[in-house]
């Protein structure tokens, strides 16, 4: 699930070692959870911030 839509998000960059904002795409990870990911302002890293939204999909059958 990729959106053609930035938003801006709140992340750690592992580079920098600081917090910052980056404008990033909401993606799909292989497990299937929301994520964002972008580049970081300061330096180019490209970094993640796990997303607490459901993705949209089947429900799982226990």
Request: proline share 10%; charged share 20%.
């Amino acid at each position: 699930m990729t959106t053609s839509e930035e938003y801006e998000y709140y992340s750690f960059c592992p580079q920098c070692e600081e917090h910052s904002g980056f404008n990033g795409e909401v993606i799909e990870s292989k497990d299937g959870s929301a994520g964002a990911e972008g580049l970081c302002p300061r330096c180019g890293t490209y970094i993640t911030q796990i997303l607490r939204i459901p993705t949209p999909g089947p429900k799982p059958v226990y």
